[in-house]
Each structure stands twice: as C-alpha cells, then as structure tokens.
C-alpha cells in the first residue's frame, strides 16, 4: 500500500473513533441530565397500568416529559418467572439509548459440604444497552450474572463489566421504541401485542437445567 493512501487510511479510522468517542460523551451527558430530571421528580408522568388475559401477564407503560417534550419511557412487565423492565431516552424526539434488564427466577441444586443435595434459589439478570445518534446504533452492550440464595455476598450490576456485542438487535429496539410512541395517544386496548424486549429463548444456554 502506498504511503499516501495509508496515511488516509490511518486518519479516516482516527477520525471515526474520534467522532464515535465524541457521540458516546454527548449519549452519557444526555443520559446523566434526564436521569437528574427523573430523580428530582421534575417530569409529567402519564402512566397507564395493563394486563394481557391469554399469558396472565400485567404490565405498565409510563411516558415522562419536560413540557411538552417526551425525554423518557418506561415499559414493565411480568410474567410467571420473569420480570422485564425497557427504558428509553429521548432527545429531540430521537431514541438515543435504550436499556432493558430481565429477572429470571428458577430453583437449581447443589452439593452442601456433607454431599447432600440442596434446592437453592437463583435469580438470572440479563441486561442490554443500545447507543444511538441519528437513528443508527453505535454501540451494543450486553451483560448476564446471577444471584444464588446460598451465597451471602450478593451480585450487582454496577460489579460486572458490559461485553461489547453485535448489533442485531439494535433495529428492534428502534422498531419497539416506534410502537410504544403511538400509545401516549391511545388507550392499550390489546397489551398482548405490545413489544417485548429481549427473547429469553436466545439466553437457554445460560440458564441450567434443574433436575428432580
């Protein structure tokens, strides 16, 4: 390769990092500042609470403005085992950063010190963050731990470092953030179809499987 067109080569990769480094600190000062307004109670809040007859699943959906201005959405759910909350923050009407935490509860067994066999409780958390700019993703992050109600010291999240991830899902969170937005206007008659966040199915090999 010639030294010219290396040279351009080397600038536009530093050029890139550094615009994607500057969007990052733009998402995190955003973040930061909606997250002040939501701690002070400062935001209007429109909540509405749901059920979904055909799974036994309810479920809320809150939107939070400055004004006139949507900065935030909320969307809990539960159903059975599973506990789902996705987040949303906005930014002159634009998805900048979505984030989504799922608890799982199931019972596994393990071996006391004598060899006997005990059931435990366990608690999976799966979380997800999505940054954006203009609509397109420029970073993916994902993270998973667990909680077992035989050990004292207990897991949290702020412990355990985010895995930079693939970007599949990034369009889904867009495309859920886009449904949900029509719902400030109209009342949730069929919450079955609301979007859902991430697929537990796609994390069955984290989750081990118990045994009688």
């Known amino acids: 390769m010639k030294p010219t067109l290396l040279l351009l080569l080397l600038t536009s990769i530093i050029c890139l990092g550094q615009n994607k480094k500057g969007a990052l600190s733009d998402i995190s000062n955003k973040y930061q500042l909606i997250r002040e307004l939501l701690d002070t109670n400062a935001l209007r809040q429109h909540h509405t609470d749901y059920s979904c007859d055909e799974t036994s699943e309810k479920g809320s959906l809150t939107f939070y403005y400055n004004g006139n201005e949507l900065k935030h959405i909320v969307h809990s759910y539960e159903k059975g085992h599973v506990k789902f909350r996705d987040e949303f923050y906005i930014w002159d009407d634009e998805l900048f950063f979505q984030y989504a935490i799922h608890n799982i509860w199931f019972k596994d067994y393990e071996r006391n010190t004598y060899g006997k ?9 799966l979380e997800e963050r999505f940054y954006f700019k203009n609509k397109s993703v420029i970073k993916c992050q ?4 667990e909680n077992r109600s035989n050990r004292p010291r207990r897991v949290k999240t702020n412990n355990v470092r985010n895995k930079n991830v693939g970007c599949d899902q990034a369009t889904k969170a867009l495309e859920k953030f886009s449904i949900l937005l029509k719902y400030q206007e109209i009342k949730i008659e069929d919450a079955c179809n609301l979007p859902r966040s991430i697929n537990t199915m796609d994390f069955r090999g984290i989750i081990p499987e118990t045994s009688g």
Do not use: E, G, Q
């Open 117 to 125: 066999r005990k059931m435990i409780n366990v608690t999976l958390t």
């Open 142 to 145: 994902f993270k998973d731990f």
